[in-house]
């Protein structure tokens, strides 16, 4: 069973463009969900987290946004830049024995100039 | 800042064999993980270890053991490399075992059996 669905698989923006990412997940106990960026050949890296009790996180060009009720939630990359040409991994942790964190598949961004 | 280091980098293994990867942190933390990354199937647990002396299975266990030798470092075995396998394993730590703690990966062994 995949806790954690990611969509799309991969996605191709120019530019400037917003990327969106997408997320969901099936238990109701996570709370946590911190994203994760990896470049080829490195190991992920935190990126921009957020807590079951906000509905929205901002750092820089990377905002989270996040519908309890529906169980997702999505990262926006505004004014994307080549640099941000990455996998981005949607991960989701809750407490006591949900602890556990799991990663979805991930989503391959290209940003073409 | 702190950092972890694989080792080695690449591994390349006979069918049947058994092999050994290893992780170092310097971060002073807890909480160590192992993770398999395959193309299209994102990060699978396979082994963590909470403290030093702890290690519990994560949801792909079978075929592996793991090491935690001391609170710097945890190894990963593969029991018996399998014929044409290729994958990622990612080890990472974290402060401690809670709800917020960022996992800090390192840049992963590259394992491909012939």
């Known amino acids: 069973q995949q806790q954690v669905r990611q969509s799309p698989q991969s996605l191709t923006v120019w530019e400037g463009e917003t990327a969106i990412l997408n997320c969901s997940y099936e238990?109701?106990?996570?709370?946590?969900f911190p994203w994760y960026q990896q470049f080829p050949g490195e190991g992920p890296a935190l990126l921009i987290s957020?807590?079951?009790?906000?509905d929205k996180k901002e750092d820089g060009r990377f905002t989270i946004f996040f519908n309890k009720r529906e169980k997702k939630l999505s990262l926006h990359i505004a004014d994307s830049q080549p640099g941000d040409s990455a996998t981005y991994f949607c991960?989701?942790?809750?407490?006591?024995?949900?602890?556990?964190?799991?990663f979805g598949k991930g989503t391959s961004l290209v940003v073409h100039p | 800042g702190g950092i972890i280091t694989q080792t080695p980098k690449f591994l390349i293994g006979q069918e049947g064999q058994k092999l050994t990867l290893k992780c170092q942190q310097n971060?002073?933390?807890?909480?160590m993980y192992w993770y398999r990354q395959d193309s299209g199937k994102g990060l699978r647990l396979i082994y963590y270890?909470?403290?030093?002396?702890?290690?519990q299975k994560g949801d792909l266990s079978e075929g592996y053991d793991a090491s935690r030798e001391k609170k710097s470092s945890f190894s990963l075995t593969v029991t018996s490399a399998q014929k044409n396998e290729m994958a990622v394993f990612l080890c990472?730590?974290?402060?401690?075992?809670?709800?917020?703690?960022?996992?800090?990966f390192g840049a992963g062994t590259r394992l491909s059996v012939l």
């Open positions: 990472a730590s974290s402060m401690d075992w809670g709800v917020q703690n960022t996992l800090y």
């Open positions: 238990n109701s106990a996570f709370d946590y």
């Open positions: 957020i807590l079951s009790v906000s």
């Open positions: 991960a989701a942790g809750g407490r006591g024995g949900n602890y556990k964190p799991t």
């Open positions: 971060f002073n933390h807890d909480t």
């Open positions: 270890s909470i403290t030093e002396n702890d290690l």
